[in-house]
């Protein structure tokens, strides 16, 4: 069994690390470990490292960090502008963008958004568990949830989009994606259900970094169009070329 | 609001539809329906037709059929094979993967396999809810969950199974689907949290018709897995150049 935890310190040859009181209990109570088992460590910046359990309080451990066992390198650069969708979903939707390898996930409300409040802890705590379970080096960054209008204010010029829309034109997704060539900072942007209202799609359809992507004859769910937006952007432009490492 | 319905029996102009009790007290109770009120309807085999409430009882609805709005499609023929997973997701599974268009779900016992009861009935509930709601014009058919050997037994000669697995060789998903030319038969084939055994995949790395696939440097959760490798299919071998029927 492969235990790996995100920690916020840095990983050095030699560092002691004291867990959070979340994860001390967890080593601790639920896995029932002892000083010497051994855990993996990243935060995000110094890769994977091999650490072990130095010593156990009741609600406190310390790790000691032993060896690095991959180095950090470059993700694909990929957000996630979505409209919220309940609460179920939702983790969900968080979890599976953080194993489909999103660097950020942005809440945008629209104008059909129905879910009011978005609890950017609740969404940083399922990414990180996401991370740690498939084995990313980094975490995604969470944004607090903001109106599409102001997202797209300060939107980078050099990001480009991928509108998933189920009405108005659209290039069928693959066609799309083969013709764009290279990476590059890109962005899937999924509405509420029911879709975005007829203003924002014709101002998003205006705007310069947007392109509308088809994904089928069916319509799909908000979060299911999303993660099969990241998928097909991950397979065709993102770093699906790569193999897990250390499998064999 | 589009009120859509799956109902078993033939679709035909001037035809008298009865309800099932389920769907009497959600046109009834939940949405308040009266008699005139519009319902669509499909049933796998007569395209989908407009009807209309006609007579209501308490725990009975009868619907007239007035007219088709869309003729029966061909659509991809995709089958799921799948180590069933824990009950949440495999709700959300089946929801999913109906929305991407799988003919057929089958739930398949691998040696890791560690749900051992799988509901049928209840993926059935969840396939019909989820066809209703995406617009499809067909359930997939969901069969009883049995071995993989045995699965594997009888295959259908011509048919293609692309094997996610997170160990061993595998093609970049996207390279060996545009390799793989025209559409055809498919299955998706994903193992059990933990992953197939060693003589699992080697009996699997022997069998004709599969070929291994690679979904990138992280570790998929099975579901996850089975929803990116379906989306990829449809995306370059499926029915994704269509759009939306009746949207503008």
Known sequence: MNIRLFIEG???????????RDQAHYLIHVLRLAPGAPVALFNGRD??????????GKKSAILAVDSQTRPQAPEPDLWLVFAPVKRAPLDFLVQKATELGV????????????????????????AIEAAEQCERLT?????????????????????????CAEAGEAAPIHDFLRESG????????????????????????????VSAVGLGPR????????LAALACWQAVLGDWQNRPPGRH
């Open 103 to 126: 660097s950020a996930l942005m809440p945008a409300i629209t104008r059909r958004t129905v879910v009011e409040r978005v609890k950017r802890e609740r969404m940083a705590a399922n």
């Open 139 to 163: 975490v995604p960054r969470i944004e607090n949830a903001r109106p599409l209008s102001q997202i797209l204010d300060s939107w980078p010029a050099e990001r480009r989009i991928l509108l």
């Open 47 to 56: 890769g994977e490292w091999l650490a072990h359990i130095d010593a156990v």
């Open 182 to 209: 290279s990476g590059g900072p890109w962005a899937v942007l999924t509405g509420p259900e029911g879709g975005f209202d007829q203003t924002e799609l014709d101002a998003l359809h205006k705007f310069p970094n």
């Open 219 to 226: 319509i799909l769910r908000a979060d299911t169009a999303a």
């Open 10 to 20: 840095d990983l050095a040859n030699g560092a002691a690390i004291e867990c959070s």
